[in-house]
T-cell receptor, first 117, second 110 residues
Framework: EAGVTQFPSHSVIEKGQTVTLRCDPISGHDNLYWYRRVMGKEIKFLLHFVKESKQDESGMPNNRFLAERTGGTYSTLKVQPAELEDSGVYFC???????????????FGPGTRLTVL | GEDVEQSLFLSVREGDSSVINCTYTDSSSTYLYWYKQEPGAGLQLLTYIFSNMDMKQDQRLTVLLNKKDKHLSLRIADTQTGDSAIYFCAESMGANNLFFGTGTRLTVIP
């Protein structure tokens, strides 16, 4: 079974440009999460989709970040325009459970390393 | 808000035990987790513990929870070079969101 995949693995862009990150969750997983780790700091939650709906987007830093999950399959996270402080590793995770079992394991992708120059 | 802290680095000799520590601030935490990240890979869930437990053991891994002091530790017995990785402590309060620490980079010296 394929795990969570993310594309690209690395992205280097200039300040002011736009970048779109993609996450493909494990097939059949309804829950999809985005997290971010800024250099040397903790991994922080950004948002959570249940199927195509945003369940919780309380961690999104500002309106330069736009996440979508059309059709409830893969998700994209767009940063427009990118700023220097957006540099970091963006992780995606997915989990299966529909019943709200809070111990449902989140499976993480390898992350996308974003560098904004 | 939630605050989860870990030391950044730990070095141990192969065959010794490793102890990675974590402190958290939110007393309403319900579940606490340990994740492992190897180079170039995603986060792998190693183990988790409910807040009403003191200890959980799984092969070479032992998790200790001191709820009064809000302290969580992960002990790896007979540490191997393959255990070299970044270890993240995380907690949740029953919602789906995980709150992570900064990660501890474990280096195992042959």
């Amino acid at each position: 079974e394929a795990g969570v995949t993310q594309f690209p693995s690395h992205s280097v862009i200039e300040k002011g440009q736009t970048v779109t990150l993609r996450c493909d969750p494990i097939s059949g997983h309804d829950n999809l999460y985005w997290y971010r780790r800024v250099m040397g700091k903790e991994i922080k939650f950004l948002l959570h989709f249940v199927k195509e709906s945003k369940q919780d987007e309380s961690g999104m830093p500002n309106n330069r970040f736009l996440a979508e999950r059309t059709g409830g399959t893969y998700s994209t996270l767009k940063v427009q325009p990118a700023e220097l402080e957006d540099s970091g590793v963006y992780f995606c995770a997915s989990s299966q459970d529909e019943t709200g079992d809070i111990t449902d394991t989140q499976y993480f992708g390898p992350g996308t390393r974003l560098t904004v120059l | 808000g939630e605050d989860v802290e870990q030391s950044l680095f730990l070095s141990v000799r192969e065959g010794d035990s490793s102890v990675i520590n974590c402190t958290y601030t939110d007393s309403s935490s319900t579940y606490l987790y340990w994740y492992k990240q190897e180079p170039g890979a995603g986060l792998q869930l190693l183990t988790y513990i409910f807040s009403n437990m003191d200890m959980k053991q799984d092969q070479r891994l032992t998790v200790l929870l001191n709820k009064k002091d809000k302290h969580l530790s992960l002990r790896i017995a007979d540490t191997q070079t393959g255990d070299s990785a970044i270890y993240f402590c995380a907690e949740s309060m029953g919602a789906n969101n995980l709150f992570f620490g900064t990660g501890t980079r474990l280096t195992v010296i042959p």
